[in-house]
């Protein structure tokens, strides 16, 4: 990696860590920089940013609701604090919901290599789904080094 990918990228996860020291809920400042880290690693040019980037956005609504839903139905993080206090039958449900939405989610990923791969051909569709993961990836290690803080 050269060196002024190096400085992007160190300064792009600085400002995530500050801004989410600063508002925790505030996740568009996180997709923005997403997009930046997508625009600089699949090096789309102008023709192909404009196969893509409508086909990232069905994306990311198609998962977006599905995490959505999940969040609402479950009350996933008081679910998860209390998890001992639930009965056998109610842990079960929320693990099969949750297995049903891991599959779900796989299945849009699926479907969309298919339109990612019409977009900008199967390289850089599949590249995508790499720079995805080392994107969340560095996400969370930026997310570890911060103090940890009670939300």
């Known amino acids: 990696m050269n060196t002024y990918k190096f400085t992007l990228l160190s300064l792009c996860f600085l400002l995530i860590s500050t801004s989410l020291l600063a508002q925790p ?4 400042q996180i997709e923005l920089l997403k997009t ?3 625009t600089e690693e699949l ?3 102008p023709e ?7 086909v990232y956005n069905e ?4 998962l977006d609701a599905i995490h959505d839903r999940r969040q609402q139905e479950f009350k996933r993080h008081k679910m998860l604090k209390n998890w001992d206090k639930h009965s056998d039958e109610e842990l079960e449900k929320f693990t099969r919901k949750e297995l049903e939405d891991q599959s779900k989610i796989a299945a849009v990923k ?8 019409s977009a900008v051909g ?3 569709a599949a590249t995508y ?4 993961v080392e994107f969340h990836r560095k996400l969370m290690q930026e997310l570890r080094r911060r103090p940890h803080r009670e939300r």
């Open 43 to 45: 090096d789309l040019s």
């Open 36 to 38: 930046k880290y997508i």
């Open 59 to 62: 994306y990311r609504k198609a």
């Open 122 to 124: 199967k390289r850089k």
């Open 110 to 117: 699926l479907d969309y290599l298919e339109k990612f791969s």
């Open 48 to 54: 192909e940013a404009q196969k893509f980037w409508p």
């Open 129 to 132: 789904y790499r720079i995805e």
């Open 25 to 28: 809920k505030d996740f568009k």
